[in-house]
């Protein structure tokens, strides 16, 4: 496999000679690594997942379109575009893919040297300054005036989720629908509720923007200091409402447990750091939100987790065709940690609301 990975990242144009390249992370998507060069220089090599991302070089130039963009702001204000946004680094025949003898796509963006990673937010200040990153990355693109293509049509959608679930239930392709009945209870009681939310957004009453649509912690960079340097992995980045990036922030910061937790006990909605989150959040995107996202902005959290629970129930029924896992179950011990989020959220849903009118005045 090495010897692969090496002769794929010598498609790109690298500086230097490829040294080595080592497995990096744990997405449940794409497969990442890390190719560094000699003399010392390191880069992200992804096989990008073609299965979900379709087509990859439309999705290459959403992102390029974005990084580019950014980068130009990033300049501006006298910044360092090479560390406070992502460089995506072309292939040797200039294009920003490359699809290896087996059809699958690969894509190379700079190392950000020194940018540190958190998988959880542990205390309020890196949730202030998580929600500073993602109201900034907003801002940045708020201006963006390209078309982006929709490659991931209905992503956030829950209309859209809602008629892949009635297939999947119709289906039943594991054999798997009977022994999760009172889970499958859990979606079906809040299925009105999470539509009529949604119709605003088809209504236009909740405005679309371009969103980055996977908010989670660890797809962002914080510098020593622990300020955000930047915003990564934007594969997802889509035209939808913003808040699919506040509730889906929501949905991994303020989680006092893992998303796969086996013990439930250790699951549950912290509020302090989903105050500090939208205290820095507001602080960069109060001035652009309208009246209509304020109001939504705290029932965004229980969406995007409603909606991680119904994606990882639909996969455990489908048989786990789409979320790597590590067992058998991987993708029903998911769904019962992120309903226990969903009800601790339930639960603290009037402090949410306080806390968003609090940051708003
Ligand atoms: C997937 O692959 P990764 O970890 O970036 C998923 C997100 C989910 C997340 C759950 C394209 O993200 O929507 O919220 O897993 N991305 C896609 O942790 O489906
Ligand atoms: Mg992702």
Known sequence: MNNKLTSIAQQFQLEGEVAGVTNLGEGFINDTYIVVTQPGKRYILQRKNKRIFSPVPAMMENIQKVCMHIKKKVELAGGDPLREAMTVIPANDGKLYFVDEEDEFWAVCLFIE????????????????????????????????????????????????????DEALAKDAAGRKTAVAQEIEWVESRRSEMLAFWENVEKGVIPTRITHNDTKITNILFDEKGDVLCVIDLDTVLNSTVLNDFGDAMRS?????????????????????????????????????????????????????????????????????????????????????????????????????????????
């Not at 542990?122 to 300054?129: D, R």
């Not at 105050?275 to 109060?286: P, Q, V």
């Open 114 to 165: 020194g940018a540190v990673t958190y998988d959880s937010a542990k205390t309020p200040a890196l949730a202030y300054a998580g929600g500073k990153g993602i109201g900034k990355f907003q801002s940045l693109v708020a201006d963006l005036n390209e078309p982006l293509t929709d490659i991931l049509p209905g992503f956030h959608n829950i209309r859209f989720r809602f008629k892949q679930w």
């Open 253 to 361: 910061y303020t989680n006092t447990g893992a998303e796969d937790d086996e013990n439930l006990a250790n699951v549950s909605m912290d509020l302090e750091i989903f105050r500090a989150f939208t205290k820095g959040y507001l602080e960069e995107a109060k001035s652009f939100l309208t009246t209509a996202e304020i109001e939504y902005l705290a029932f965004s959290a229980r969406y995007i987790t409603y909606e991680q629970v119904l994606r990882f129930l639909m996969d455990y029924i489908n048989g786990d065709t789409y979320y790597r896992t590590k067992s058998a179950d991987h993708n029903l011990v998911r769904t019962r940690a992120q309903y226990k989020l969903l009800q601790s959220m339930e639960a603290q849903f009037n402090e949410m609301n306080r806390i968003v009118r609090e940051y708003c005045r």
